[in-house]
Nanobody
Framework: QVRLVESGGGLVQAGGSLRLSCAASGRTFSSYAMGWFRQAPGKEREFVSAISYSGGTSNYADSVKGRFTISRDNAKNTLYLQINNLKPEDTAVYYC???????????????WGQGTQVTVSS
């Protein structure tokens, strides 16, 4: 059973930074692409970023390019999302996702975490 557990969310002022983590278990983490989605209040879930199995390639939503950095530590079975220069519009629940593919591009995630709340105050 694949399990994804996010952590690192919280309340932060605009301009601040956070690092989200996702601990994965239940399958060979290093073999699959991973990613992040988010859902803001009253909005649909949206893609944020994805990373290949090795960490060699990644992609981002236009709205977060230059501020968000996705990375992974395959030795620790952990996915990260470094978020800098946070904006109030980044307020959302952030979800860690797992794909069935190993390389990018990816389409629909197969596995979802329970989410971690990020709230940015202005």
């Amino acid at each position: 059973q694949v399990r994804l557990v996010e952590s690192g969310g919280g309340l932060v002022q605009a301009g601040g930074s956070l690092r989200l983590s996702c601990a994965a278990s239940g399958r060979t983490f290093s073999s699959y692409a991973m990613g992040w989605f988010r859902q803001a209040p009253g909005k649909e879930r949206e893609f944020v970023s994805a990373i290949s199995y090795s960490g060699g390639t990644s992609n981002y939503a236009d709205s977060v390019k230059g501020r968000f950095t996705i990375s992974r530590d395959n030795a620790k079975n952990t996915l990260y999302l470094q978020i800098n220069n946070l904006k109030p519009e980044d307020t959302a629940v952030y979800y860690c996702v797992g794909y069935l593919r190993s390389i990018l591009p990816v389409t629909e995630p197969r596995y979802w975490g329970q989410g971690t709340q990020v709230t940015v105050s202005s």
